[in-house]
């Protein structure tokens, strides 16, 4: 059997990147039949549309996709083609793990192990904002949380962390200042939580939250918020395991998902055959992972993790001194990986 997978190389070192992902992959024992369609400044140079059509209709036939980093084009009129393909596939779920890993330098070295599930279309991200008044004075951006937006990803939480024998969950919010919006998700979260028993649940207010995880990471597990929180926790908890060099982030929606790197395009590197992979290989672990094929994710994610630890085979960003090439990091997990296939 073979995977029909919709492959968006990116700007910056995102060519580089996926293409040393998709070698490492062919190494997987799960046979992956790539569609490559281009997004970005890529595509706005050859469709002038950063977001063409074909990549919309690709996703749309194949249901996952991997893509590199993507920037938006600098000037007026172009959207962020990575909220509009949120926005058009309503992927709901910004699953961000967090995890140490040996040979990281980071802030704590046992065993973090986090995965933070941020609601992604609702609240301050709508885009509803404007100014009051012509002379700019004042702005009011409009934040909608909804039952059925709150509901959804934290159904996605609970049922990942049962199937994933994850043992809690924690909700963050701020509803003592947030009564309507933070009250709501709250409130969804206590009775959604109800359906979980075997789930411990528990929430904390967002600033007493960012407080905990940076003095004692180790109480968490996994962590459901809203957007805004969201995207400011999950940063903070890829720094308390040594920044973006490897994080990666999945955008999952019903049925629908695409599996990405953290980090951006790294204009300043691109095409120097310098990058580290290591983030989108990561997700790539995460994509195997949600396809099902958990055997595989298991032993790239375990490729990865020893290429890293043993420092021989690893890029500037790691070792600046001692260091290899993109592919030769590449080469190097398909080295490991074979030998635990
Ligand atoms: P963008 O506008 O696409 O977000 P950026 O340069 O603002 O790009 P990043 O691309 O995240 O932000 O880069 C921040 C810094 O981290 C840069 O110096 C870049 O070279 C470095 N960097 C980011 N990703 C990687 C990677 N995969 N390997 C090595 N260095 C990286």
């Known amino acids: 059997m073979s995977y029909r997978i919709t492959l968006i190389p990116g ?28 997004a970005g400044v890529a595509a706005l140079e050859k469709y002038h549309d950063p977001l063409p059509q074909e990549v919309i209709d690709s996703i749309d036939k194949n249901r996952i996709a991997l893509k590199g980093p993507l920037t938006t084009p600098v000037g007026k009129g172009f959207r962020s083609i990575n909220v509009a393909l949120r926005k058009e596939f309503e992927l709901y779920v910004n699953q ?3 995890k140490t890993y040996k040979g990281i330098k980071s802030l704590y070295f046992d065993n973090i192990d986090l995965i933070i599930f941020r609601e992604n279309l609702e ?84 600033d007493n939250m960012a407080m905990q995880m940076v003095m004692n990471p180790y109480q968490f597990d996994c962590i459901v918020t ?31 998902a695409m599996f990405e790197a953290v980090h951006g395009s790294a204009p300043d590197i691109a095409g120097q055959n310098l990058a580290n992979p290591a983030a989108i290989m990561l997700a790539s672990v995460m994509m195997l992972e949600y396809i099902g094929e958990v055997k595989a994710a298991m032993n790239l994610e375990k490729a990865i993790a020893k290429v890293i630890a043993e420092g ?30």
């Open 11 to 38: 700007d910056g070192i995102g060519p580089e990147i996926t293409k040393a992902t998709a070698k490492v992959l062919e190494h997987s024992g799960v046979k992956i039949d790539w569609e490559v369609v281009e």
């Open 226 to 256: 809203t957007n805004l929180f969201g995207d400011i926790l999950s940063d903070l908890a890829s720094g308390l395991v040594g920044g973006l060099g490897m994080a990666p982030g999945a955008n999952i929606g019903d049925g629908v």
């Open 96 to 98: 961000r793990p967090a």
């Open 312 to 341: 021989k085979n690893v890029t500037k960003d790691i070792n600046q001194q001692n260091y290899v090439s993109t592919d030769q990091f590449a080469d190097a997990v398909i080295n490991e990986l074979d030998n635990l296939n």
């Open 123 to 206: 609240e301050f991200y709508s885009g509803i904002e404007h100014y009051i008044d012509s002379s700019r004075s004042a702005a009011e951006t409009i934040g909608i949380i909804t039952k059925r937006g709150s509901e959804r990803i934290i159904r996605y939480a609970f049922n990942y962390a049962k199937k994933h024998g994850r043992k809690k969950i924690t909700l963050v919010h701020k509803a003592n200042i947030l009564k309507f919006t933070g009250g709501l998700f709250l409130d969804v979260g206590e009775e959604v939580a109800k359906e979980f028993p075997e789930v411990q649940f528990d929430h904390k207010i967002v």
